[in-house]
């Protein structure tokens, strides 16, 4: 939570990324980043990620022609939506 808490992203880019959270569906998000199959539990999704997010953040830096803008806020909004859900499982742990 952390390294999460710790991005520095354009502000129009995490305000779009905010405004998709709200819809965040973990199913139909996921299994469009990360395949289809068996979705991980919220911790392992979240690293895996940010490790996704920090790759097409590495091209946009770059400027690199193949960095997509859709697919930067694609990876955002999933992460914003599995840390709510790995922070409400941590909550449920501690009641």
């Not at 992203?9 to 469009?32: F, K, M, S, T, V």
């Not at 395949?35 to 590495?58: C, F, H, N, W």
């Not at 997509?68 to 909004?77: A, E, P």
């Amino acid at each position: 939570m952390t390294q999460l808490s710790t991005l520095r992203r354009p502000r129009l880019l995490i305000r779009a990324a905010r405004i998709g959270a709200r819809e965040y569906n973990r199913d139909r998000h996921l299994q469009r980043l990360l395949g289809y199959g068996t979705l991980p539990i919220p911790g392992s999704a979240l690293m895996k990620l940010m490790d996704m997010e920090r790759q097409v953040d590495d091209l946009r830096r770059e400027e690199d022609a193949a960095y997509s803008l859709v697919r930067h806020l694609d990876l955002l909004i999933a992460l914003m939506g599995e840390a709510q859900l790995y922070q409400a499982s941590r909550a449920s742990l501690y009641r």
